[in-house]
């Protein structure tokens, strides 16, 4: 194996390591923001678990975060739930911050 060949591998298994915490990291602040929505909808125990459970589900719809958004949007906006776009992305953002740490701090 040449030392290129040693090169392009280990790059290969980086980016691979690095999507893997991706995915980690995206799902976990789904559900940090699926328990945070409940709660904004009247949810607890079970019920809130099980919410978090399909924002975590709707983030495989589309490539990116907006699939998410539209959930949460479409069931404040079902349930008259005053929270605002800048609110929701906000959370999205600060949610996400806090999932990288965590699954930073497990590996």
């Known amino acids: 194996m040449t030392t290129f060949d040693k090169r392009e591998d280990s790059f290969e298994r980086q980016f691979a390591h690095d999507e893997e915490l991706r995915f980690r990291a995206e799902a976990r602040r789904n559900k940090l923001l699926g328990l945070w929505a409940a709660e904004k909808l ?3 125990g079970a019920e809130a678990e099980a919410y978090s459970r ?3 589900a709707a983030d495989v719809e589309e490539q990116g975060e ?3 958004y539209r959930k949460l949007r479409r069931d404040f906006d079902a349930a008259q739930v005053d929270v605002s776009e800048h609110r929701i992305r906000r959370a999205m953002s600060e949610f996400m911050a806090q999932a990288i740490a965590q ?3 497990a590996t």
């Open 42 to 44: 009247g949810k607890t």
């Open 54 to 56: 399909e924002v975590i």
């Open 66 to 68: 907006e699939d998410v």
């Open 103 to 105: 699954v930073k701090a």
